[in-house]
């Protein structure tokens, strides 16, 4: 496929008809339901509720709705992106979310002039999009790190904070950039990222704003968030720091003939420099699936922060700056005019011709889809928090509902995120209920899930070598083939208490590419694999991912 090929799919004014369906089908119940009724309809939909138990140690999570979103999305006031937040949100919309970030970059005209200005297109694209969540954010400049999504609730000083913040501890911003192993300034800068994480929980504490959540975003891009800053700023704040991108954006950027031969999905093309973190193998460069190494290690990086018996959750997200086969490009500045001095580009020109870009529009390839008991922004945001979250690309599945209970309790479980209590050699069981694909996605493709995986943890505490990036006693326990199973269905995974506390997570895929994983055979026999560089076509090579579920077992 040449650049100068516009194919029907990547038009954003061209809808399938089942997404415009399948979001205003979602929000009529919602609408119609009530906020807190909807979601237990949704809930009740997916997943038949038992009698609760009466008392004893099992657990018991509510029925649950899931809100789909994007946590990472760019507009004008970002200095690297073109679109409006009305193209935005029309885009995510369309494609079905039902929540979304605005989290634009820190630099000195953003801090000085763009955030006030965003918030007042932020406030128009509220009123234009009155069934869509939209939260203002900002991509902070990690001092001796990567980049972070920080958004707040909405509410009367949510544009303060974030300023507040960004002028405070944006490491672009105050040249604290420097994070390489022994360099002078290292320690101050890591530091003061712990600083950053520990101002914003006093924020929320103080009631200052309802909530402020933090997610770490491609964190293995150029491999210079190490394990022990990734744990450092977890426990300044574990309910504010929450977790990383599972998988980051730009998923679109090895679409063959469209970027050139050394194109890989996320812009995962670089290689270790001075500033990145010595520990990590070469193989921790590349996507997996589309997936962060970090995630899509079994037994790796993700699995070693999982074995302290933390939550720490995954998302995935388009960062969409340029979407592909798009054909906007940026307006011309006003004589005399720049960022620095506006704080915001020129509105985007439409040429008619393709332009150059790696990502997909908000919802329309990578969705993250969070358990609530009611709509509005604060319950995504303690949906976040609780890990109630599961992933996928490219529309693999409608639905996912995991549950993990005691064999003699009648309730639901604990489900994603949860913690359920036993007793050493008690029988429980791992329920996951499956709801196909049911119409094509945006690329006119009905995605078929191929396989669910089953992994397993043990929990061992908290590490003594904070640079741990292993859990060796992490590995895929079960593999259900259901490449013919169509509709809702549900697997029923048997599991058995031992002498310790465990964790299980989920992962599956359309079977299309798999291999090896990273740390063997014995571990991960068919996990996700790199594509060949320029050769990566998303939509040929989806996966969805969920958070965990713990299970501590008692004495």
């Not at 003594?464 to 169509?486: I, L, M, N, Q, Y």
């Not at 058995?496 to 079977?511: H, I, P, Q």
């Amino acid at each position: 496929m040449t650049e100068q090929q516009l194919p029907e799919w990547a038009d954003p004014s061209v809808s399938p008809a089942h997404l415009d369906a399948q979001g205003v089908s979602r929000r009529r119940l919602l609408s119609r339901a009530g906020m807190f009724g909807a979601a237990f309809a949704l809930g009740s939909a997916a997943t038949p509720a038992p009698a609760a138990p009466r008392g004893g140690t099992g657990g018991e999570d509510p029925h649950l709705a899931y809100l789909v979103g994007d946590h990472h999305v760019h507009s004008v006031y970002s200095h690297d992106a073109k679109y409006t937040f009305s193209q935005q949100a029309r885009a995510a919309a369309r494609f079905g979310l039902d929540w979304m970030v605005f989290n634009e970059h820190s630099n000195v005209g953003h801090a000085h002039h763009g955030a006030a200005l965003e918030h007042q297109e932020i406030l128009k694209a509220r009123a234009e999009n009155p069934r869509l969540l939209i939260f203002q954010g900002l991509e902070w400049y990690i001092p001796a790190a990567e980049h972070c999504t920080v958004f707040a609730a909405p509410g009367p000083h949510e544009v303060d904070l974030l300023t507040r913040f960004e002028l405070a501890y944006d490491g672009k911003l105050l040249g604290y950039t420097e994070g390489s192993a022994g360099a002078a300034d290292t320690a101050r800068n890591e530091a003061h990222a712990v600083k950053a994480v520990k101002w914003l929980a006093e924020q929320r504490r103080s009631g200052q704003v309802d909530d402020v959540l933090v997610l770490a975003n491609h964190p293995l891009r150029l491999g210079i968030d190490s394990p022990h800053e990734l744990r450092a700023w977890r426990d300044a704040a574990p309910e504010i720091m929450i977790g990383m991108e599972g998988a980051p954006g730009a998923q679109g950027a090895a679409i063959p003939g469209l970027r050139g031969p050394t194109s890989v999905r996320g812009e995962y093309e670089n290689r270790p420099t001075a500033q990145s973190w010595s520990g990590y193998p070469a193989d921790a460069f590349l996507t997996y699936g589309g997936f962060d190494w970090a995630t899509a290690t079994v037994g790796g990086l993700w699995d070693s922060m999982l074995a302290e018996g933390r939550l720490f959750t995954i998302t995935t997200n388009s960062d969409n700056h340029r979407t592909v086969f798009d054909t906007w490009r940026n307006g011309d500045w006003p004589a005399g005019q720049t960022f620095d001095d506006t704080g915001r580009l020129p509105d985007p020109v439409d040429t008619d011709t393709p332009q150059p870009g790696s990502d997909f529009w908000p919802g329309q390839f990578s969705r993250t889809h969070v358990g609530v008991t009611r709509y509005g922004y604060r319950a995504v945001m303690a949906g976040l928090r609780a890990g109630r979250v599961w992933l996928d690309h490219g529309h693999l599945l409608d639905g996912l509902d995991v549950r993990v209970k005691r064999d003699r309790d009648a309730g639901r479980g604990v489900t994603l995120g949860g913690r359920l209590r036993v007793r050493k050699g008690e029988r429980i069981t791992l329920y996951v209920t499956v709801t196909t694909a049911s119409r094509p996605n945006p690329r006119g493709i009905l995605p078929r899930l191929a396989h669910v995986d089953v992994i397993r943890g043990a929990v061992r505490g908290p590490v003594s070598d904070r640079d741990t990036w292993k859990a060796p006693d992490t590995r895929v326990v079960h593999t259900k083939d259901v490449s013919g199973r169509r509709g809702t269905y549900t697997l029923r995974v048997p599991l058995t208490a031992g002498d310790e506390s465990f964790y299980v997570r989920l992962r599956g895929s359309d079977g299309n590419r798999n291999g090896t994983g990273c740390l063997g055979a014995s571990i991960d026999p068919h996990g996700p694999v790199p594509h060949e560089p320029g050769d990566g076509d998303p939509w040929a090579d989806t996966w969805f991912y969920s958070n965990p579920v713990f299970v501590d077992v008692v004495r």
